[in-house]
């Protein structure tokens, strides 16, 4: 039983194309995030839900939007893609801000 | 100043040596601080998490943490090749308007056989 699954593990795409990224928990956790990581490894926040209610929204291109049906998923669509948003996109969850997050296993994106 | 800065690295201790990581961060709110492990091609894993001042030890795994000094440190005993990945320190800090962790860039560790 995955608590935190993401998919597609890889997406490769052209410039231009609009994909989406799903995310599920079956963690029972309240809040869920999503962070890009770039090619040196910095985990930067986008966004977080909490209980299907937008909590943060960080400088992120109106290009990203987040959507949450209910409190155990997370989806994130992306417009336009372009160049600069190749990375892995992690999902992930917590219970309360003062524990620690579980991470989905990652969506490597590649726009060419 | 980012917020949650970190020593790149590599660090290299040889196995059965002590590693020793360290982080420093420049909100003095924070008060929930977190250390990561990172496997290369893999997710974050949460291997540690402190909240008050001084030292909290799981099994080959120490965390320290100084809040006057803005500082966090991780030790790990009897290093493992096992152990070499990157270690990402996170703070986070009880305010209505920002509920997620702030990650440093990380620190590669490499324990070498």
């Known amino acids: 039983d995955t608590a935190v699954s993401q998919t597609p593990k890889y997406l490769v795409t052209q410039m231009g194309n609009d994909k989406s990224i799903k995310c599920e928990q079956n963690l029972g956790h309240d809040t869920m995030y999503w962070y890009k990581q770039d090619s040196k490894k910095f985990l930067k926040i986008m966004f977080s839900y909490n209980n299907k209610e937008l909590i943060i929204n960080e400088t992120v291109p109106n290009r990203f939007s987040p959507k949450s049906p209910d409190k155990a998923h997370l989806n994130l669509h992306i417009n336009s893609l372009e160049l600069g948003d190749s990375a892995v996109y992690f999902c992930a969850s917590s219970q309360t801000r003062d524990y620690g997050y579980t991470f989905g296993s990652g969506t490597r994106l590649t726009v060419v | 100043q980012k917020e949650v800065e970190q020593n790149s690295g590599p660090l290299s201790v040889p196995e059965g040596a002590i590693a020793s990581l360290n982080c420093t961060y420049s909100?003095?709110?924070?008060?929930?601080f977190f250390w990561y492990r990172q496997y290369s091609g893999k997710s974050p894993e949460l291997i540690m998490s402190i909240y008050s001042n001084g030292d909290k030890e799981d099994g080959r795994f120490t965390a320290q943490l100084n809040k006057a000094s803005q500082y966090v440190s991780l030790l790990i005993r009897d290093s493992q090749p096992s152990d070499s990945a990157t270690y990402l320190c996170a703070v986070n800090r009880r305010d209505t308007g920002r509920r997620a962790l702030t990650f440093g860039s990380g620190t590669r560790l490499q324990v070498q056989p």
């Open positions: 909100d003095r709110g924070s008060q929930s």
